[in-house]
């Protein structure tokens, strides 16, 4: 993820796809990202800047980790954009 978001990956061996939308296209009002539990899907608002596609990403993310785990802390969202953030700092921060 270091310079980017991924297109799909595996929670529980499910394969959970990542959608990045075009503002045209959007349907989510009031957010600019959607964890959709039932579709196994993330969707993201597009024309927006790599970082904040990055934490959009992450925060939603970390809602299917949660939601997968059946752990409340899904609804919590200062955690949740909280550990996005830390998240999405150490995967585009990180040296090989």
């Known amino acids: 993820m270091k310079t980017g978001i991924p ?7 499910h ?5 990045v939308v075009p503002r045209s296209r959007w349907k989510h009002k ?13 969707e993201i608002l597009g024309g927006q800047p790599m970082t ?4 959009t990403f992450c925060h939603e993310w970390t809602h ?11 609804r919590d969202e200062q955690f949740v ?4 953030h830390l998240l999405q700092q150490s995967l585009t921060t990180f040296e090989e």
């Open 7 to 13: 297109k799909s990956f595996k929670l529980l061996g």
């Open 15 to 19: 394969n959970i796809t990542v959608r």
């Open 30 to 42: 009031d957010c600019v990202g959607i964890w959709i539990p039932d579709r196994l899907r993330i």
């Open 52 to 55: 904040s596609l990055q934490q």
């Open 64 to 74: 299917a980790m949660l939601d997968m785990m059946a752990h409340p802390l899904s």
């Open 81 to 84: 954009d909280q550990l996005g």
